[in-house]
């Protein structure tokens, strides 16, 4: 019994409880690898609970040339036992998410780009990553099989990554 006990007991501190294990403010760089030439910027993440229960602020800033640029959102549960949740980009744009364990996953389209985005959150930092594509050069190949399985690729164009320390 005691051991059946501590296995479960065990599962529980492995299993993180999101967002509230990674409130907080990461900082880092942000590094952008483009067609137009690779850059590095500053960044920050900001994960903060507010008085509304299942609504979350997330802040992204980026420091370009010692000007900080704030994207000011808000992270919305919709139904968190599925890790369903959607940020709130306050102009009318709302972003799906999906969160399974200490990753959010994310795929929207804009114009003609289609970006995905993770975010992993760690015990002392994050990773922020977001592939782009555009959809307009994606390509079309067949499988050599019975059904001529159609199969389309999109070239990944853009790669922004960040790791990110907790403060």
Same mark, same amino acid.
């Given at each position: ?104 996953? *994310? ?8 970006? =995905?985005?993770?975010?992993?959150? +760690? #015990? &002392?930092?994050? !990773?922020?990553?977001? *592939? ?8 079309? =190949?067949?499988?050599?099989?019975? +059904? #001529? &399985?159609?199969? !389309? ?15």
């Amino acid at each position: 019994m005691l051991a059946g006990f501590s296995k479960t007991f065990a599962q529980q501190e492995t299993t993180p409880n999101f967002p509230n294990d990674f409130f907080g403010i990461y900082t880092g760089n942000l590094e952008i690898r483009s067609p137009g030439g690779n850059q590095s910027l500053e960044m920050e993440f900001h994960l903060l609970p507010t008085d509304t229960l299942g609504k979350y602020r997330y802040k992204l800033v980026y420091i370009v040339k010692g000007d900080r640029q704030e994207r000011s959102y808000f992270l919305l549960e919709k139904n968190k036992e599925a890790g369903e949740y959607v940020v709130d980009e306050n102009n009318g744009i709302i972003l799906h998410d999906k969160v399974i364990d200490n990753k959010m996953y *994310a795929l929207f389209e804009v114009g003609d780009n289609l970006l =995905t985005t993770f975010i992993t959150f +760690e #015990k &002392t930092q994050m !990773i922020f990553e977001i *592939a782009v594509t555009n959809t307009t050069k994606k390509q079309i =190949t067949y499988a050599n099989n019975e +059904e #001529k &399985t159609e199969v !389309i690729s999109y070239p990944i164009s853009t790669v922004q990554r960040a790791v990110l320390q907790k403060q």
